[in-house]
């Protein structure tokens, strides 16, 4: 008789990251079932989203000058592109679940990297998915006035979670429908906006007539009475602007970055992508590029149809407030109501598709983390199909909380503080793995290091001290969550058990296939 290879139940405790269990529970069960299209989709679904239907309105009035908002997007994308460089090698060389999330474990201990986690875990995801499903609920209501905004935020949240907690290859085909239709999309409105003719856009009275009692000393109070609207334009796009390199544009950059948030999510799902040295680096380098392109162009639009000073609306409240749905009023300028309300409903499903996207790969993030020991070992359990059904059940619940005791604005300002963080955690766990461990095997070595490590580090430390200097309250609000982050942590951590591994052995071959 064969000898029983199998693990013995016994109370020998195996502590989170020990090496002789390779600081992984269930990591083998992983099926590689994600191809690299399908990979390189998951990252563009991801960053192709709320942001750049929202955050280039809620910098406008700001920024002031087209310069500043061309330049915000340029230096949010070199950001997003240097650390995709040095994440890309890390992913290459761990092609595990959360591949980011492991690197810091393994480079800054345990403790970073659930620092590391918690942030990707309940900024990065959590909080942004609840957004994105608010922000889809507004445009729904914008398409549907009597319908509620959180009721649809938890619809959507409920039906996605439904797919993605069931089955791996079903959500991934999901995803892959839903991008093709998101690019196309965004195309569309990008031809338009250079193809299309316009008369130049005109503040509404009530926005000018708001400006003049609230803001007199503002760029729109100044509009000059009767002027016609060719002179309203030049006078909004000559109107002094904050300087290059500015606080204000610093804090603008740490909003922006909320649009490019999404790149690194193959390497969240890097345990079930096909050949993932060569696939994942593929997927989160060409991301960038093309996702960053793509938001040029389509600010360039937006530019062209509104100055920068005139993208504000009246709030409920009678006060000026950014314009939230820019995209929306961009395609009704250009394409007309009926046109305007076509891609208003087609955004809705491209919001669809992002939340997507996150349901998918947020799950593999709380799995790796009860792997490590870092969370409840339940929330590590797969179901036969391979996916992490627990996971996802406890963060559609968790979103949909947020949805219900928050507002977005206030859900929104620290967002790209404390994923700034996470990133630079990344970028230092990546150096030092280059530093003890220069022999590894690196199927993708990123270009000209140190360089995009050390650029999104310096970059990433001027974000946060300009949103100081412009602004302290996110910068303090996300000094209070890392702090009761770090207090939670005893409540959720504890150290792994072999009957937590009874049956790693039966899925070795098809996690280790590349």
Not at 133 to 148: S, T
Not at 173 to 193: E, H, I, P, Q, T
Not at 340 to 363: D, E, K, P, Q
Request: with cysteine.
């Amino acid at each position: 008789m064969a000898p029983d290879h199998r693990p013995t139940r016994s109370r020998f405790r195996v502590q989170p990251g020990d090496p002789d269990n390779g600081g992984d529970a269930r990591p083998e069960q992983q099926r590689r079932v994600i191809g690299p299209g399908s990979a390189l989709g998951i990252c563009i679904g991801s960053m192709i989203g709320s942001g750049i239907f929202a955050v280039t309105g809620q910098i406008g009035p700001q920024l002031v000058s087209p310069l500043n908002i061309m330049l915000a997007w340029i230096l949010a994308g070199v950001i997003a592109l240097a650390g995709a460089l040095t994440l890309a090698e890390v992913a290459a060389m761990r092609p595990r679940a959360s591949a980011q999330y492991v690197v810091v474990h393994e480079m800054l201990g345990p403790r970073l990297g659930y620092v590391n986690g918690m942030i990707t875990l309940l900024i990065g995801y959590l909080a942004s998915m609840a957004a994105v499903a608010m922000i889809a609920g507004a445009y729904v209501a914008r398409l549907v006035p009597d319908v509620d905004e959180r009721m649809i935020a938890t619809v959507l949240l409920l039906g996605l979670g439904g797919v993605h907690a069931a089955t791996v290859v079903g959500g991934t085909r999901l995803n892959d429908v839903l991008v093709v239709l998101k690019s196309a999309v965004v195309v569309l409105l990008a031809v338009a906006g250079f193809t299309v003719t316009t008369e130049p856009f005109v503040p509404s009275t009530s926005v000018l007539e708001a400006a003049r009692l609230l803001e007199p000393g503002s760029v729109l109070a100044t509009v000059p009475v009767d002027a016609t609207a060719a002179a309203i334009d030049a006078h909004l796009r000559t109107a002094a602007s904050p300087p290059l390199l500015s606080a204000t544009l610093g804090a603008a950059i740490v909003a922006v970055t909320f649009a490019y948030l999404g790149w690194s999510n193959a390497a969240d799902v890097a345990g079930e992508v096909r050949r993932p040295g060569r696939n994942v680096p593929i997927a989160i380098v060409g991301s960038v590029l093309l996702v960053g392109s793509l938001y040029l162009i389509v600010n360039l639009v937006y530019l062209r149809v509104v100055p920068p000073a005139a993208m504000v609306e009246v709030g409920p409240d009678g006060r000026l407030q950014p314009m939230t749905s820019i995209g929306a009023v961009v395609a009704e300028r250009l394409l007309g109501p009926v046109g305007g309300r076509l891609v208003t409903g087609a955004i809705v499903l491209l919001l669809a598709s992002t939340l997507s996207v996150a349901v998918m790969t947020c799950g593999r993030v709380i799995a790796a983390m009860a792997w490590k020991g870092e969370l409840p070992a339940a929330a590590g359990g797969l179901n036969r199909r391979g996916a992490p059904t627990v996971a996802i059940a406890a963060q559609i619940a968790a979103s949909i909380g947020i949805v219900w005791i928050t507002g977005l604005r206030s859900l929104l300002e620290y967002v790209g503080v404390l994923v700034t963080l996470a990133v630079v955690l990344t970028m230092l766990s990546a150096m030092l793995l280059r530093h003890r461990r220069p022999d590894d095997p690196r199927p993708f070595r990123m270009p000209l290091y140190p360089l995009p490590p050390l650029v999104s580090i310096g970059l990433g430390g001027w974000l946060v001290a300009s949103a100081a200097a412009e602004d302290w309250i996110p910068v303090a609000a996300a000094a209070g969550t890392l702090a009761a982050m770090v207090a939670a942590r005893p409540l959720l951590t504890r150290p792994l058990e072999i009957d937590d591994i009874d049956d790693i052995g039966d899925h070795d071959g098809a996690s280790r296939a590349s």
